[in-house]
Antibody, heavy 125, light 106 residues
């Protein structure tokens, strides 16, 4: 089955750390960029970070740069999000997703075509 | 960062109605826009990419249009199962940004 399964969420105190993981199955993981998106309770979606197939390119949301680190291990079909110096405003459901490249013969587009079920991160004392 | 502004923020419609959601970008993003549907407690689902290209497996009553700064998602003949929140997202540059969402109630 083609799927993504996140894990690692939980309750952490402000200033603490968590490491999220996302394990892929059913497709060739190393062929895709991967991303993390989060959603605070009752709020909209927010793109957090992405990583290229070979990890040679990484991009972050400004508010997490320097605190969060995205990484991947293609041998384990996994992408990770190391979150340090956590703040109350980082409280959210965190989703990993596959970033698929679509090519219509002239133009490339990319979109997130496969999502995990999410893992909840709560930052609170 | 590019700002994506959706309107309306919510709407109520009936089964069979045609519904249109608008997304405006703060700068020209060509056709680098996707639409997602999210139901409560579930992960988002890709509907449209490249502004107008229907994702495989998505019913043809969903249609996207627009380019540059103005985009629309239209749902023709709304079904009860279409009750959800809809988000636009640009992939023109970094950071990627979502619209604030449009909640569709039926």
């Amino acid at each position: 089955e083609v799927q993504l399964v996140e894990a690692g969420g939980g309750l952490v105190q402000p200033g603490g750390s968590l490491r999220l993981s996302c394990v892929a199955s059913g497709f060739t993981f190393g062929d895709y960029w991967m991303i993390w998106v989060r959603q605070a309770p009752g709020k909209g979606l927010e793109w957090v970070a992405n990583i290229r197939q070979d990890a040679s390119q990484i991009h972050y949301l400004d508010s997490v740069e320097g605190r969060f680190t995205i990484s991947r291990d293609n041998s384990k079909n996994s992408v990770y999000l190391q979150m340090n110096s956590l703040r109350a405003e980082d409280t959210a459901m965190y989703y990993c997703a596959r970033d698929r490249d679509y090519y219509d013969g002239t133009v490339h587009y990319d979109a997130f075509d496969l999502w995990g079920q999410g893992t909840m991160v709560t930052v609170s004392s | 960062a590019i700002q994506m502004t959706q309107s309306p923020s919510s709407l109520s419609a009936s089964v069979g109605d045609r519904v249109t959601i608008t997304c405006r970008a703060s700068q020209d993003i060509r056709n680098d826009l996707a639409w997602y549907q999210q139901k409560p407690g579930k992960a988002p689902k890709l509907l449209i990419y490249g502004a107008s290209r229907l994702q495989s497996g998505i019913p043809s009553r969903f249609s996207g249009s627009g380019s540059g700064t103005h985009f629309t998602l239209t749902v023709y003949s709304l079904q009860a199962d279409d009750s959800a929140t809809y988000y636009c997202l640009h992939d023109y540059n970094y950071p990627r940004t979502f619209g604030q969402g449009t909640k569709v109630e039926i």
